[in-house]
């Protein structure tokens, strides 16, 4: 059947009031440009007809209620739907969880319906259009937070999706799915940023014939695609970080097939900073150090410092570039083997920001 819509994505807002910001040398995040920069987004999306907007995760800096309170006002303003998950900043001790979904029961969350410790939901967005959001914050048994899915929402997962009951289920989930850059699920620097037991989800996924995940937590730009279980993991950076990106996305199924037309813009500019993006990438460059040496000193490469000292000028930028999607590095002047594992971190196919996927 025919079918087109269009809708929004931003990811990793971090909302944080003045009064609840930390402040710390090292923070990546530019979480006091949070408000203005949610604020011209919304700015931008007012000039789109939008189905709805979709935010992935780490709505809140710390999950602060005063932070929660002044988005869900905000979000209640919107002319269109907006659907909304919890990111692990957002619930970072059990006892929050059921201080979530009060805030939200307006977008995604049921009021009256959803259980205490059950930050996952379904509901229609549109006619034969279905919104799965899924929670993968849970807590090790030592109260360190972990991506994860326990067995009772995989199982609720199951039995909604063998309804068959929508032409279309869209999914989203706060932890990636699948990798996003290279060696990730065998790094701990990236390993923590996905679900640590994606196999009997991916495998719902296939079973229902879901194409389309929309993750974040990773703050970087990035579409991964299984070829063993056919979806698309589709990430979104952060508005607190660089490129402080969001996408629009459009939605169509016709006689020719089936497709999404995915566009992704950057928030240039806000009052307190004219040029963002410069001011951004300098900031995220000024604190890449730390980072670089840990990857340069640490399996697989387990560089000398000295010898990674000489190193980090050029890898200045990695991660911004990293962030901004479809990388392409060069690193001639390295090491062999230190060339070879930065340069493995060029993008792969398909590309990250601008792209059609074919989805049938």
């Not at 979000?75 to 907006?82: E, G």
């Not at 049921?110 to 899924?134: A, F, M, S, T």
């Not at 990035?222 to 939605?251: C, E, K, M, Q, W």
């Not at 089936?258 to 001011?279: C, G, N, T, W, Y």
């Amino acid at each position: 059947m025919a079918l087109q819509f269009k809708f929004a994505i931003a990811s990793d807002l971090h909302i944080a009031l003045p009064r609840t910001i930390w402040h710390h040398p090292a923070r990546f995040h530019l979480v006091e440009y949070s408000i203005p920069t949610f604020e011209e987004v919304l700015s931008q999306l007012a000039t789109l007809d939008l189905d709805f907007l979709l935010l992935s995760g780490d709505l809140t800096q710390h999950g602060e209620p005063e932070n929660h309170q002044w988005l869900s006002q905000r979000l209640a303003q919107l002319p269109y739907p907006v659907y909304v998950i919890a990111g692990n900043h957002d619930v970072p001790r059990v006892e929050t969880f059921d201080q979530f979904t009060p805030h939200y029961t307006q977008f995604g969350f049921k009021d009256g319906i959803q259980e205490p410790l059950k930050l996952y939901y379904e509901c229609e967005v549109l006619p034969n259009v279905r919104l799965i959001g899924l929670n993968s914050n849970q807590f090790d048994q030592d109260d360190q937070q972990i991506g994860w899915m326990d067995e009772e929402q995989l199982d609720w997962l199951e039995s909604v999706l063998s309804r068959q009951d929508y032409a279309l289920n869209l999914v989203t989930i706060h932890h990636n799915v699948l990798e996003h850059m290279h060696d990730q699920s065998r790094n701990a620097l990236g390993r923590r940023y996905m679900l640590g037991n994606p196999e009997r989800l991916c495998e719902i996924l296939q079973q229902a014939n879901v194409k389309l995940v929309f993750t974040g937590h990773l703050h970087v730009q990035d579409i991964a695609y299984s070829d063993r279980y056919d979806f698309y993991d589709i990430t979104t950076g952060s508005l607190v970080s660089y490129p402080h990106p969001y996408r629009v996305l459009n939605y169509i199924s016709d006689h020719s097939g089936e497709r999404l037309e995915i566009e992704s813009f950057r928030v240039k500019s806000i009052p307190e900073q004219a040029d963002l993006q410069h001011f951004s990438r300098e900031w995220m460059g000024d604190r890449s150090h730390p980072f670089v040496i840990k990857l340069l000193t640490h399996p697989p490469l387990n560089l000398s410092e000295e010898v990674a000292e000489t190193l980090t000028p050029e890898l200045r930028y990695f991660w911004a570039y990293i962030a901004d999607g479809d990388a392409q590095f060069e690193f001639p002047n390295f090491p062999p083997v230190a060339r070879k594992y930065f340069e493995a971190f060029s993008d792969i196919p398909p590309k990250d920001n601008n792209i059609t996927l074919v989805l049938k």
